[in-house]
């Protein structure tokens, strides 16, 4: 099989572009990056076939499917920062939201077996910290960002592109991810980073708002059973069931770095921060016999580990897209 995997130089296209070369050797993997502030080509396997292109670049991308002769596409391109889509949501519309439907019309044009795409729980909106309910895929759309709402406009034209033109498609909305090689602006690995360089830990004044936590190799584990026995035309929501706040993931961090607690500072909530997602999973589970594998405390403890370990990855990265974080105060 050809497999075509966008945005496979950022945190979860390179994980699973490692993934599938190692759990499909037969296929062959054309990478594809635009190579935005995010985007580390250093990341992937020099083996690889890599195109730099860009998903919203029509005439490329279409050459580029009937040249290798694509059969399957996983759509991971995005620009995925909340705080800097308040900064900037052009951005995000652009490249979410049109790039995602030019890349939908190369496909269609070319007449892909498959066309995977990759969204975000955070198109549901956000949930009560005290609501027992979580997330399933006939959730109502309530996108309360920017960048949440560039999700739900791609998810949309998908969706779009499979009832008009008949395009096979299937979409996922995943829980945050966490795991290697993921960029430092996110929290975990900001995290890590600010405490071994000696600075405080930006928790929001909201610290007590929560995230579900999925490691990035069970994410990849699950788009491949979609892949392998999905519903055309179906969503599958991709969650591990495990919750924890921002504030925990900073305690949790310094315990196993050795510092101490007080390296932690308050700062303003971003606007429309959302306080909790939980995603509903089940249909993933009971159809296509997913599980998650990596266990959150071991899996945390192995990432914050990793980035101890691979200052050398991450340190040069460090000052190519800083986001004030008191920026709209």
């Known amino acids: 099989m050809n497999i075509l995997i966008t945005g496979a130089a950022g945190f979860i296209g390179t994980n699973f572009t490692r993934y599938w070369a190692s759990t499909h050797p037969a296929d062959h993997i054309l990478a594809l990056d635009a190579l935005t ?71 269609r044009r070319v007449g892909v077996a498959r066309f995977h795409h990759v969204s975000t729980c955070e198109v ?40 008009t033109f008949g395009l096979p498609v299937t979409i ?40 579900e936590w999925l490691h990035v190799d069970d994410h990849c584990s699950a788009i491949d059973r979609v892949l392998a026995d999905g519903r055309v035309g179906e969503t599958y929501n991709i969650g591990s069931g495990v919750e924890a706040s921002v504030a925990d993931l900073a305690t949790r961090i310094l315990d196993q770095l050795g510092l101490p607690r007080t390296q932690v500072e308050t700062v303003p909530d971003r606007p429309g921060h959302d306080r909790r997602y939980l995603l509903d999973s089940s249909r993933l589970r009971t159809e296509l ?8 405390d071991s899996g945390l403890a192995d990432t914050v580990t990793w980035y101890a370990e691979n200052q050398a990855w991450w340190r040069p990265l460090l000052d190519r897209a800083a986001v004030n974080e008191n920026a709209w105060t």
Request: a negative charge; aromatic letters at 10%; charged letters at 20%.
């Open 289 to 296: 016999g997913w599980a998650p594998a990596v266990d959150f």
């Open 124 to 163: 549901y909106g956000d949930l009560a910290l005290d609501d027992p309910g979580a997330f399933t895929e006939e959730s109502p759309y309530r996108p309360r960002t920017p960048y949440n709402a560039s999700k739900a406009g791609a998810d949309h034209a998908v969706r779009a592109y499979h009832e």
């Open 37 to 107: 502030y995010a985007g580390n080509a250093a990341n992937l396997d020099p083996a690889l076939t890599f195109a730099h292109a860009d998903i919203g670049d029509l005439p490329v991308v279409e050459a580029l499917l009937r040249e290798h002769r694509i059969d399957v596409v996983v759509n991971f391109a995005a620009e995925s920062h909340n705080s800097l889509a308040v900064l900037d949501p052009e951005l995000f519309f652009r490249t979410n939201v049109l790039g995602t439907q030019r890349l939908l019309e190369a496909c």
């Open 172 to 211: 996922s909305n995943c829980a945050n991810n966490y795991g290697p090689y993921q960029f430092p602006e996110k929290v975990i690995p900001l995290f890590v980073s600010r405490a071994l360089s000696g600075l405080p830990l930006p928790v929001y004044a909201s610290s007590a708002n929560r995230r």
